[in-house]
């Protein structure tokens, strides 16, 4: 368990640096209203929820009543921004193609089982240019049968995940069902899940005057999500 911990430790120091170097929101600023902010909210709000879970079947105890522990690194990105997303393109993608923008952010995370199907998910990274992250989640497990090697899992969860930077914070709430086929050596998943994403920016005064516009934006959107 210690050398797997140690792992883990390592795989996610080796991943900070990589995502990290490429974080910049300075496009907000330049774009300050709800018809810019409400995508951005959205395609950060799917990955602030994004690899919340990887199974439909519980972590499970020991012995009946001793809690499970899952240790891990989960790495959650979007591939390619919504096209109305002019932000995240212009801040993230290159000059060329800004539509094939990357965003992605990697978290250092724990799982507990406890009885009765029920898992605790509890995840976090350290600061990294300016940006906190954190999240929490629990999972029921509404059925877990298995068939010789194969188990299958139906589980309902929800999560809460914040990030905080100095220009904007941002906070989704997702209600997520998952359904798992556990084999030998993989469990292949689908998820469907339903994010609601709140997003406020925090710029100051004397940061607004030389802003697109002169008042703080505040947008919630509520979006679906397909795993």
């Not at 907000?28 to 209203?33: A, E, Q, T, V």
């Not at 972590?59 to 891990?72: A, L, N, S």
């Not at 801040?91 to 898992?119: C, H, K, N, W, Y």
Request: aromatic share 10%; hydrophobic share 45%; net charge negative.
């Amino acid at each position: 368990m210690i050398k797997r911990f140690f792992a883990v430790v390592v795989c996610f120091l080796l991943s900070v640096p990589v995502f990290a170097a490429e974080i910049s929101f300075d496009e907000l600023k330049n774009n300050l209203s709800e018809t810019y902010v409400e995508p951005m909210a959205k395609d950060i709000g799917s990955v602030l929820a994004g690899n919340m879970f990887r199974s439909g079947t519980s972590i499970g105890t020991h012995f009946k009543w001793v809690p499970g522990i899952q240790v891990g690194v989960a790495v959650a990105g979007s591939l390619k921004p919504r096209e109305d997303n002019v932000i995240l393109q212009q801040g993230f993608g290159s000059a060329t193609e800004p539509e094939d923008a990357i965003f992605g952010l990697p978290f250092a995370q724990v799982g507990l089982g406890l009885p009765f199907g029920i898992d605790v998910v509890v995840r976090g990274a350290p600061e990294m240019q300016e940006i906190k992250l954190m999240g929490v989640g629990l999972k029921k497990t509404v059925i877990e049968r298995g068939f010789a090697a194969v188990k299958i899992g139906l589980s309902a969860m929800y999560s809460h995940n914040r990030l905080e930077y100095t220009s904007f914070k941002a906070e989704t709430n997702s209600f997520a069902g998952i359904f798992s086929v556990k084999v030998p050596l993989i469990e292949p998943y689908i998820g469907v899940a339903i994010d609601k994403t709140s997003l406020e920016t925090e710029f100051t005064p004397t940061e607004l005057m030389s802003a697109s516009n002169p008042v703080n934006i505040d947008v919630t959107t509520t979006d679906p999500r397909y795993v």
